[in-house]
């Protein structure tokens, strides 16, 4: 897969492949003008949609309503350094959703790739040509 990179202007930085295009900006305190995510908070959204493509398809593989269904992922940073050191999902379902499903249904959001790539992180190759 490639991903190309490009800079349309100020602090965006966008990233093009096949036929999509995904905008960053940068907040305005950053130097931006906050017109789109920054590349930080668009790799944090993709790990809650990872899980949530699989927790989508537990719902639809039992034919279970996915009405009131909600995912909320909180991060929690480490004051010192910053960075994130905890990431919690939690899958919001309506009353009456069935008990027996609740273990299985977090399970499923396991098979994410982008978490997995956590538990076994890339190397990083920079070049300049």
Request: aromatic share 8%.
């Amino acid at each position: 897969m490639e991903i190309e990179i490009t800079f349309p202007g100020g602090a965006r930085v966008d990233a093009h492949f096949g036929p999509f295009t995904i905008p960053t900006d940068q907040r305005p305190h950053d130097g931006g003008e906050g017109s789109a995510p920054t590349p930080f908070d668009t790799f944090l959204a993709s790990i809650g949609a990872c899980a949530g493509i699989y927790v989508l398809d537990f719902l639809r593989k039992r034919d279970l309503p996915t009405e009131g269904v909600r995912l909320i992922q909180r991060m929690q940073r480490d004051p010192n350094t910053g960075m994130i050191e905890q990431i919690d999902l939690e899958i919001q379902v309506l009353d009456g959703f069935p008990e027996k499903y609740h273990s299985a249904i977090a399970r499923a959001t396991e098979l994410c790739a982008v978490k997995k790539h956590f538990e076994k992180p890339p190397h990083f190759n920079v070049t300049v040509k």
